[in-house]
């Protein structure tokens, strides 16, 4: 079910400095009817906004409608009106960046903001005991640990994708160049 009937409400956690998920329903014509996005980084990029500014971020799209966007955003703290629930949240690249003591509050903050019908994505690099985390990723997990918290927080789900390649899946197949 979604909140107006005009395309479902999203909540982009960590929609990033370039606003890469927002540029893409704009450009894809992808009608919804709210879109928030959080990020934790200082400001948005001129090159994320440039497509954007005379379009969704001036209120002229026909397909997004309701964009608002946080800089600086800390989803555990954000301040949402109460009883406020989306369609679809997303957290792309996200969660591996959130404190080990934080990820189960983070999970259940999103429980929080949904309804019954209500999508969570979330997606993130899995950790690999050979190659190790990267540097700025202080909470990777294997995928049955991140399985496991999120069934352990009350989530089902749903379905699994694969992951984008990293360098160590292909290398050998690289040759010198």
Known sequence: KL??????SILDIGCGPELQ???SIHCN???CSEYLGLEAADKFKPKGTERLEKTVLTGKSNSVRGVSLHAR?????????????????????VI???QPYQANLFLRRAQTLMHDDSVFWVSTPCYDEHMGAADNHP??????????????VGFA???VWGTFASI???KDELGEH
Do not use: Q, S, W
Not at 73 to 93: Q, R, S
């Open 157 to 159: 789900i749903e379905g």
């Open 73 to 93: 955003a800390d989803f555990l703290t954000h301040e949402f009106e109460e009883n406020k629930t989306f369609d679809t949240i997303v957290c792309l690249e």
């Open 21 to 23: 998920l927002l540029n």
């Open 168 to 170: 160590k899946d292909y």
């Open 29 to 31: 014509r992808v009608k």
């Open 96 to 98: 591996e960046h959130v």
């Open 139 to 152: 909470n990777e997990m294997t995928y049955e640990a991140l399985g496991g918290m999120i069934e352990d």
């Open 3 to 8: 909140n107006d009937g005009k395309g479902p």
